[in-house]
């Protein structure tokens, strides 16, 4: 079992940066992919980023490589997101997620509770 705790999130004006983290408990979190999504309101939960247990490959979705950036400490048992350049529409609850690495949903077999991210204009 894997418990996940995001964290990081706020109110922040266009053009800022936020970094959130996420903070898994167990001793498996090396052995896991783990996985960005957000979800605005009224909208789908969307793939945002992954990285794989060893730090070697990350991937994004199209429109959002370059401005967010994903990392990992396994000694630390925790996920970043670096997102800069932030936008109005970037505003969302977002979640991390451990699971295969992957933009489905499906191939994630833990979840965090989400932390609310507001980009003001």
């Known amino acids: 079992q894997v418990q996940l705790v995001e964290s990081g999130g706020g109110l922040v004006q266009a053009g800022g940066s936020l970094r959130l983290s996420c903070t898994a408990s167990?001793?498996?979190?090396?052995?896991?992919?783990m996985g960005w999504f957000r979800q605005a309101p009224g909208k789908e939960r969307e793939f945002v980023a992954a990285i794989n247990g060893n730090n070697e490959n990350t991937f994004y979705t199209k429109s959002l490589k370059g401005r967010f950036t994903v990392s990992r400490d396994n000694a630390k048992n925790t996920v970043y997101l670096q997102m800069n350049s932030l936008k109005p529409e970037d505003t969302a609850v977002y979640y991390c997620?451990?699971?295969?690495?992957?933009?489905?949903?499906?191939?994630?077999?833990?979840w965090g509770q989400g932390t609310q991210v507001t980009v003001s204009s």
């Open positions: 167990g001793r498996t979190f090396s052995s896991n992919a």
């Open positions: 997620a451990a699971g295969k690495s992957s933009s489905y949903l499906g191939d994630y077999n833990y």
